[in-house]
């Protein structure tokens, strides 16, 4: 005995409208933001600027002080001194 033919899933299509819909609908959506103003923008971008370098400035050290104790303790290697110069 054969298998029962399969139908293909029926096809759903969304709301259609295309992209002019989507831009209108873009552009409407845009007009409800409330945007905030030059002073805001400058302050906040000062704020991301400065908690940025803090944070990169915590890498940097903690960066330092892991490669000094692996240098130092599963390495053994000292910490090299300059050469004294020559008179």
């Excluded at 991301?48 to 490669?67: G, N, R």
């Excluded at 000094?68 to 000292?78: E, G």
């Amino acid at each position: 005995m054969a298998a029962p033919a399969r139908t293909p899933p029926p096809q759903v299509r969304a709301g259609g409208g295309g992209i002019v819909r989507f831009a209108q609908e873009s552009w409407s959506e845009l007009q409800k933001v409330t945007w905030p103003d030059r002073q805001t923008v400058i302050r906040l971008t000062v704020l991301v600027i400065v908690v940025s370098a803090v944070i990169a400035a915590y890498i940097l050290a903690a960066d330092q002080i892991f490669t000094f104790l692996v240098n130092r303790v599963l390495l053994n290697q000292a910490i090299p001194t300059p050469a004294p110069s020559a008179p």
